[in-house]
């Protein structure tokens, strides 16, 4: 069942240069085939930026990786009421498949069923009870969301998170309309940023039949709605959590944002979901170690290992991914350091002013080993949120003087020199004595009595 | 949204109401009760410390009875069993240097922190089967705790390690209690004047040495039998006895002599002993062979010695092997069986 | 028989004996080759083998300042300056020699058969030195004791390319030197013994015994009041010389002149000064001023020299003994305050049977000698009572000096033994007594001497060497007919009362041939143990199966070579420090700790990644970039040498610098057992070694029956679980386990949860909701 193999060669016909750093085999998971229509315009972005998609709906057998290669470079599902998952696929498949390096966007609604809550649990990412979805009463969308209030329309400038690096604030015309299923983030996870969280007056709540459930708290509320989080796992696969199918569909994307109370204005969906494709799939904000040198002070090549109080260079340069090719990275905190253990010396790295034919940045240290022998690694550690993890370690050893490096004569030293040297005089002067002065035996007869 | 807000203040208050409510009863009432309970206890206790140099004598009642929590006071027992029916040596040995730390802690005025208990095993059996105990002596160290529910906690004193002094078990109390129980031992008359005799002895003897002893010094033969003694005592595993401290001996079992201890790298202190004689005799026979034998004038007289010494030297040195394989099952040699 | 004949038999002779003796002891260490291969033995000759290759390979200069990054990682261990260069030195120039003269032998078998060549020199070396005290024959029959005891073979069978292989030739060479220069005071003498003793000090830490020993030889000479020119010249060359050439070691450093062990040559050297300043003085003035003047410069050196030396001892400029040395004196000192000593198995004491075991009859002879060294108590005999009393002691109180202790037995039980020999061969006294002894003499020597010049090569072992001590003592005695029997007749007639000849034939030949009978069981003895206890190369082990057939247990090898082959180059490994050396000899990966114990807490860290539960150590691993875990588990064979067994001593080190995280206590049941099966404590079962050892053993037997054959334990059922590691390889004995560390998971989940997820546990609904 591929449903539009020939919009995708096509799209590969017109354009060769591949956008997204990892690849561009597509796997979309649909509830049924059917569902195709609702989405043809996140289609169209896509194939736009060169993805060759496989649209599947999750009766159709797939396997994600074969012989621990991958089969597919990116993994889309858009069936949230997938009640298990397609034959030669599992939760742990998916997540070998993001073990592999593949990414991953994992959209929800309130029918999400149980597959995709365990895998996302395995992210620390608890979707609500099933059948719940975000209400709110003072910020649902007039069209869409007058009958339950239950599609609600997130202000970026205030709701989003300020990370550039993913969603650039900037490039959205205007609020995002969300309807679906809200989920919350385990703080303690570091790898975990929540992109989009739900307004202060939000509730999680049963979307159906509303009533009877009248004297129960809502679960969770308010901020702690996450509507949109990201994880970039530790090897950089990353991976896109969405509460609702719906903001990816061609009548979100076309609707007009209006609020109870201003007025109405487009909305921001279509080009959030292309920034936050563009990220989980890599064809931004991914960062790579060109190149990491190390020498002397006034030499060129490293040498073998250092010796302990050398002055010496530190380089590592670093090139950013985007729009299809690298460009040089410039940041100010990249830091460097020297680790045996604990670290024993940590430094920030300042990067050479660019010019126009510069392709990398580069981030260069001078600074003097300390004065302890041993193997030391020397590691950029370099961990940004929405950014590609830099982790370079080079390992050198640090060794003491030779025995030749010592200074040979200490000035503390002299009165050893000049006794020693007043010794082997003086012996002369015995022995020369003692054999042809005059003291003979008389001499000894005298002085004896 | 309002009729969610309402609802979930009204909870709120009459919770915390209620809360505030029990805890307050809950409160008094423990401080009565508990409070003048623990009062008693330690007041009986320190009467009885007082009385008796601050060792208070348990039995099973008792040790409950003193350990009920919650307690403001931490508790050192001695689970010893010092009656004579039970030869326990260390038992005996470290039941001074108890009482010692306990009379240096009972000088203190108030001695309400810390009580030194001794539950002998006649006395409590059960509480000994309830740590399950079955070496004694053994020395717990019970903390105060004011939760009466928190589990029975104890820290057990390693006699292996700290030793039998009654200095390292205060400092071991102190580190635990962060009391300070200083030992002070009463003052050794005989130990002193056996120092004392023994430095006059020394003296006399260095002066008589200096006076007219210079030959007793200058014989080389006490200096050969010093030196050949040591040697003997060296080389017969001396050194091994003084650092590990076998059993003198043990009493023979399933056939094997008592005195030659299992395995191959073990011995008793008598088994040394033999060895070290039977080194001797082999090599006094040596000597006489090649020193004293030479003097004698009659031939016959020298041809009964030579064959009475080689007898001798062969037998010990069977004797010696016989040894060696009833250490070594494997060895392979003998001389005459 | 007449002068010349008999005297040229003896030039022939005795350099044949020598010989013969040499390839005894020899061909005596050969057993470990030929049972198993010529390969390097158990721990500490593995590392001098890495360091001896690095040296031919890369020369000098770079052994002298190599910095080993493969080892102590992170730290990195300064090998030149923590090294003994000696042994490394002495095989890379006969190796280079080799090469010279174009023979291509590889430096492994240098290495290897380096240990045997010396023992050959060692035998010589006893012969001078007993030449010395007594006479040749009893030199000779010093040397083939030496080749030949145990004691001394225990340390040096092929493949065992540890210092003490030529450290004893050394030693006893040195002591030789000394000897010869008390006796004949010459500069040269002492020159050639500073000379010797630098070897010494370049080759082993057990040259402090020779710098007490000479001292105390000495001073003891001062007290006995035989101060002469001859003791003047030859130690204070010996002191000042050797003294400066020791320090040239690196790993000696100023030691000389600052720790305790070193003081006793120092304080004599200047004690001698004195003294013979005074005699001076006393040729100059009138003797009763010269008393007084006596007195008052005593006291006042006395109080001077006490006065300094605690000054400089409290302000620590002279530092206090050394653990292991400390731990000679005070006996307790090492089980209290160091583990790390106490744990080593070669620093126990000796019980009885060892001595036994080492020195079989020369044990018993050995205080006959002494009695002999106090009968004419010339300066040298003092020197050998000296060495006697204190070298037993010292074997007394750890096992491996029983190598100090066994040359001087082999020495002096040889001139017990050749004293008896004399007596009862001797046939020309004052009394020219019958001619009958004479031929008893003969008939009694002629024999045995045939015997050995012809039995060298086709006997096995001792045999040759029983034979050709005999036939040295019956030449000497038949050498001894004239001259020198006249000479010791002369002395010992006039020393002591009139001494007549042995009479009778029978006695003669009694005492003789039970005397031959002796040395025949001392080879035998010699034979039987060196080629069963002292020739198996501890990385390979032989164990017996039941039908009597041997079964040879490679795992250790075959681990290192998994290791070498599998494992990245930079790979580093963790385990006990006691397999440090042989991994980084044999699989070439980097090591945490080693057998070089330099570092305390390091190894007390590792025992703390051991001992801890997987959480607290997976921190420890994470942290020292370990990448993987070895360890011995001995449970199915029952090997006992397994790491189980030295856990307590892990979790002593570890508690001595980590005392919050490791208790002792709480790895033993409330009865103070320490068990591994259904009642082990709950910290014993959590901790990572007890994890290690056990996981999947209990499948091994399936049905809960598992048996740990070493503690003879039946194990529960179901093992432990492992989470932060997984098992990478297990040999084919089970004998070694490596285990490689995870890395953290990729999307942040802790491992124990990420395993159970991988076992196909689904996580329940989490607490993230309930806020």
């Given amino acids: ?449 | 949204m309002g009729r969610l807000g309402i609802r979930r203040t009204r909870l709120f208050i009459t919770v915390v109401l209620m809360a505030l409510f029990t805890l307050l009863i809950t409160a008094t009432t423990n401080a009565q009760t508990t409070a003048d309970i623990i009062a008693k206890k330690v007041s009986k206790l320190q009467a009885k410390a007082t009385k008796t140099k601050g060792i208070i004598e348990l039995d099973s009642l008792a040790f409950d009875d003193v350990l009920a929590k919650p307690r403001n006071y931490s508790m050192v027992v001695l689970f010893t069993a010092i009656s004579p029916e039970f030869q326990c040596v260390p038992c005996k040995n470290f039941d001074p240097e108890y009482r010692l730390v306990a009379a240096g802690w009972s000088r203190i005025p108030d001695k309400s922190q810390i009580f030194f208990g001794i539950l002998d095993f006649k006395a409590g059996q059960s509480v000994f089967q309830k740590f399950n105990m079955n070496s004694a002596p053994s020395l717990l160290y019970f903390p105060a705790s004011d939760s009466p529910e928190s589990s029975p906690s104890f820290d057990r004193y390693d006699f292996g390690k700290s030793g039998f002094q009654a200095e390292s078990f205060a400092n071991w109390v102190n580190a635990r209690s962060g009391l300070k129980i200083d030992v002070q031992r009463p003052f050794d008359f005989l130990a002193f004047s056996l120092k004392i005799m023994g430095f006059a002895g020394t003296v006399g003897l260095a002066h008589f040495l200096y006076t007219r002893g210079g030959k007793v010094i200058r014989s080389k033969y006490l200096w050969a039998a010093v030196s050949l003694f040591s040697i003997f005592i060296f080389i017969s595993g001396h050194m091994w006895n003084q650092i590990r401290h076998p059993p003198y001996s043990m009493p023979s079992r399933d056939g094997r002599p008592g005195f030659i201890a299992p395995g191959f790298q073990n011995q008793f202190g008598l088994e040394t002993q033999i060895v070290a004689i039977t080194y001797a005799v082999l090599c006094g026979g040596a000597i006489s062979l090649m020193s004293s034998i030479p003097r004698i004038e009659s031939p016959s007289k020298q041809r009964l010695a030579v064959i009475i010494w080689m007898g001798v030297i062969t037998v010990m040195y069977s004797v010696l092997i016989l040894f060696f394989r009833a250490k070594n099952p494997s060895y392979p040699f003998r001389l005459l069986f | 028989m007449s002068t010349e004949s008999s005297s040229t038999v003896a030039r022939v002779l005795k350099p044949t004996i020598l010989i013969l003796i040499a390839i005894v002891a020899i061909s005596s260490r050969l057993f470990s080759i030929i049972r198993f291969e010529s390969v390097i033995h158990e721990f500490d000759p593995w590392f001098n083998y890495r360091t001896t290759q690095h040296l031919v390979k890369n020369g000098f200069y770079d052994f002298w300042n190599w910095f080993d990054e493969k080892s102590w990682y992170p730290l990195g261990r300064v090998v030149g300056g923590t090294v003994y260069p000696g042994i490394m030195v002495t095989s890379a120039l006969i190796h280079n020699v080799l090469h010279f003269f174009n023979f291509p032998v590889d430096i492994r078998n240098v290495c290897v058969f380096l240990a045997p060549m010396f023992s050959g020199l060692t035998a010589f070396s006893a012969y001078l030195l007993t030449k010395e005290l007594k006479d040749s024959s009893a030199g000779l029959l010093a040397a083939a004791f030496l080749g030949v005891a145990p004691g001394y073979i225990s340390r040096s069978v092929a493949g065992s390319y540890d210092n003490e292989g030529i450290a004893i030739f050394l030693l006893v060479f040195t002591f030789y030197l000394w000897i010869k220069a008390v006796k004949t005071g010459s500069a040269f003498f002492g020159l050639l013994t500073a000379l010797f003793y630098f070897y010494m000090v370049s080759a082993w830490g057990g040259y402090v015994f020779i710098t007490n020993l000479v001292p105390l030889h000495a001073f003891t000479l001062l007290l006995m009041g035989r101060y002469s020119n001859r003791l003047y010249v030859s130690y204070s060359t010996f002191c000042a010389v050797g003294t400066l050439l020791s320090m040239q070691i690196p790993f000696v450093g100023f030691q000389p002149t600052r720790t305790s062990e070193h003081m006793a040559a120092l304080g004599v050297f200047g004690l001698l000064q004195l003294y013979a300043f005074a005699e001076l003085v006393r040729g100059y003035i009138p003797p009763k001023q010269f008393r007084t003047l006596l007195r008052g410069g005593v006291v006042a050196v006395a109080v001077i020299a006490s006065f300094g030396l605690t000054i400089l001892s409290f302000s620590g400029v002279i530092a206090p003994f050394t653990g292991r040395f400390y731990s000679l004196y005070d006996t307790g000192y090492a089980k209290i305050h160091i583990p790390i000593i106490a744990s080593v198995s070669e620093h126990q004491p000796t019980a009885w049977t060892s001595f036994f075991f080492d020195l079989q009859m020369l044990i018993f002879l050995f205080p006959a000698g002494v009695y002999l060294c106090f009968k004419e108590l010339k300066d040298e005999h003092v020197f050998i009572i000296l060495y006697s009393v204190f070298a037993s002691y010292f074997a007394g109180v750890m096992v491996r000096l029983m190598l100090t202790l066994t040359p001087v037995v082999c020495v002096s039980a040889a001139i017990a033994y050749s004293t008896l020999l004399d007596t009862y061969l001797e046939t020309s006294e004052h009394v020219l007594a019958s001619t009958k002894p004479a031929i008893a003499a003969a008939a009694t020597s002629a024999p045995t001497v045939i015997e050995a010049t012809t039995s060298d090569s086709k006997a096995t072992g001792k045999k040759t060497a029983a034979k050709a001590a005999a036939a040295a003592a019956a030449a000497a005695a038949a050498k001894s007919t004239d001259a020198e029997a006249k000479a010791h007749a002369k002395s010992a007639a006039s020393s002591e009362k009139k001494r007549f000849p042995i009479f009778n034939l029978d006695s003669r030949l009694l005492v003789i041939l039970q005397l031959t009978w002796f040395l025949f069981m001392f080879a035998w003895h010699c034979t039987y143990v060196t080629s069963g206890s002292y020739s198996s190369p501890s990385i390979v082990l032989a164990s017996r199966q039941q039908d009597g057939s041997q079964m040879i247990i490679d795992d250790f090898r075959e681990a290192y070579y998994w290791l070498r082959k599998n494992t990245k180059e930079d790979a580093k490994v963790m385990s006990w420090w006691d397999y440090g050396y042989q991994m980084a000899g044999m699989a070439n990966v980097t090591t945490l700790v080693d057998n070089n114990t330099w570092n305390n807490t390091h190894i007390a860290t590792v025992g703390k990644a051991m001992s801890t539960s997987e959480e607290v150590s997976y921190k420890v691993l994470r942290h020292h970039d370990v990448d993987y875990v070895l360890i011995l588990f001995g449970g199915v064979i029952g090997y006992s040498g397994d790491d189980i067994n030295k856990f307590l001593w892990m979790i002593r080190i570890a508690e001595g610098v980590y005392p919050n995280d490791v208790k002792e206590t709480n790895f033993f049941t409330p009865r103070g057992e320490y068990k591994v099966d259904h009642d082990a404590t709950k910290t014993m079962r959590e901790s990572l070694m007890y994890k290690m050892s056990y996981y999947r053993f209990a499948e091994l037997y399936g049905s809960g029956n598992a048996v740990d054959h070493v503690r003879n334990a039946r194990m529960p059922a179901e093992g432990p679980t492992l989470s932060v590691l997984e098992e990478a390889y297990t040999t084919e004995n089970w004998l070694v386990r490596i285990y490689k560390v995870k890395d953290l998971d990729i999307l942040g989940r802790d491992l124990k949860d990420s395993t159970a997820f991988d076992k196909g546990r689904v996580r329940k609904v989490s607490s993230l909701k309930k806020k």
């Fill in chain 1, 1 to 449: 069942m591929r449903a539009s193999i020939l919009l995708s060669t096509l799209a590969m016909a017109l354009v060769a240069q591949a956008t997204s750093l990892t690849g561009l085999r597509t796997l979309v998971l649909l509830d049924t085939l059917d569902d195709v229509l609702i989405y043809t315009e996140l289609w169209s972005d896509l194939e736009g930026r060169h993805f060759n998609l496989t649209l599947n709906d999750v009766s159709t057998p797939v396997s994600l990786t074969k012989y621990d290669r991958r089969l597919y470079d990116h993994l889309i599902f858009l069936a949230p009421n997938m009640k298990e998952y397609p034959k030669g696929m599992n939760a742990k498949e998916v997540i070998g498949f993001m073990a592999e390096g593949g990414n991953v966007i994992l959209a929800g609604s309130s029918e999400l069923a149980n597959p995709l809550r365990e895998l996302s649990r395995e992210f620390d990412v608890e979707f609500d009870n099933r059948y719940t979805s975000v209400l709110d009463h003072f910020n649902y969308d007039k069209e869409l969301g007058q009958a339950k209030h239950d599609t609600i329309v997130v202000n970026p400038s205030s709701h989003m998170s300020k990370i550039d690096a993913i969603v650039p604030q900037d490039k959205l015309p205007g609020p995002i309309l969300f309807r679906g299923i809200g989920h919350s983030v385990n703080p303690k996870n570091s790898l975990l940023t929540p992109i989009l969280w739900a307004p202060q007056e939000a509730y999680s709540w049963e979307s159906v039949n509303l009533d009877e459930s009248a004297d129960q708290d809502p679960l969770i509320a308010g901020k702690d709605i996450s509507l949109v989080s990201v994880m970039q796992a530790r090897n950089n696969a990353r991976i896109a959590f969405l509460g609702s199918t719906d903001m990816l569909s061609d009548a979100f994307f076309s609707a007009p944002a209006k609020k109870q109370g201003d007025k109405e204005t487009v909305n921001g969906n279509r080009k959030f979901i292309e920034e936050l494709t563009k990220w989980t799939f890599q064809e931004k904000s991914a960062l790579d170690v060109v190149a990491v040198q190390h020498h002397m002070v006034g030499e060129e090549e490293a040498p073998a290992h250092y010796r302990i109080k050398d002055n010496m260079t530190y380089t590592i340069s670093l090139a950013e991914y985007h729009e299809g090719e690298w460009h040089p990275f410039s940041a100010d905190d990249v830091q460097l350091e020297l680790i045996m253990l604990d670290p024993y010396v940590r430094k920030t790295l300042e990067q050479l002013e660019l010019n126009d034919q510069s392709t990398v940045g580069t981030f260069t240290t001078t600074l003097q080993l300390p004065d302890q022998y041993g193997v030391f690694k020397f590691m950029v550690n370099y961990k940004r949120p929405g950014l590609t993890y830099i982790e370079s370690v080079t390992t050198v050893g640090i060794h003491p003087f030779r025995h030749d490096q010592y200074p040979r004569f200490i000035s503390q030293a002299k009165p050893y020199y000049t006794s020693a040297a007043s010794m082997g005089v003086g012996l002369l002067i015995f022995s020369f004595v003692y054999l042809w002065g005059g003291l003979d035996s008389s001499v000894k007869t005298t002085k004896k009595a």
